[in-house]
């Protein structure tokens, strides 16, 4: 069973930086693109950044480009997300996840981690 788990969160204040890892068995059931998800109170989850496994290719949320560097760790079982110049608005519960196709949509990642809180404070 592919498992994802995510650590790094915290607290931090605006202008900072965090970086968040998830640690992944996804590329042996084939499931290689791997996904970065953030959702805040009241609000439904949205698409942060995405990377093949290769790490050719990443995609990333408008208003976090240039702040979300998302990357692989050299032995692939690991996905980062660097997040700097962070904003209160940034302030969310990021997931991890894995799809088998190259996408923003949430609906078409089938495997989930817990969650890691980042909150931002002003």
């Known amino acids: 069973q592919v498992q994802l788990v995510e650590s790094g969160g915290g607290l931090v204040q605006a202008g900072g930086s965090l970086r968040l890892s998830c640690s992944t068995s996804?590329?042996?059931?084939?499931?290689?693109?791997m996904g970065w998800f953030r959702q805040a109170p009241g609000k439904e989850r949205e698409f942060v950044a995405s990377i093949t496994w290769s790490g050719a290719a990443t995609y990333y949320k408008d208003s976090v480009k240039g702040r979300f560097t998302i990357s692989r760790g050299n032995a692939n079982n690991l996905v980062y997300l660097q997040m700097s110049n962070l904003k209160p608005e940034d302030t969310a519960v990021y997931y991890c996840a894995a799809s088998r196709v190259a996408t923003m949509d949430p609906n078409q990642y089938t495997t989930w981690g817990q969650g890691t809180q980042v909150t931002v404070s002003s």
């Open positions: 996804a590329r042996t059931f084939g499931s290689p693109f």
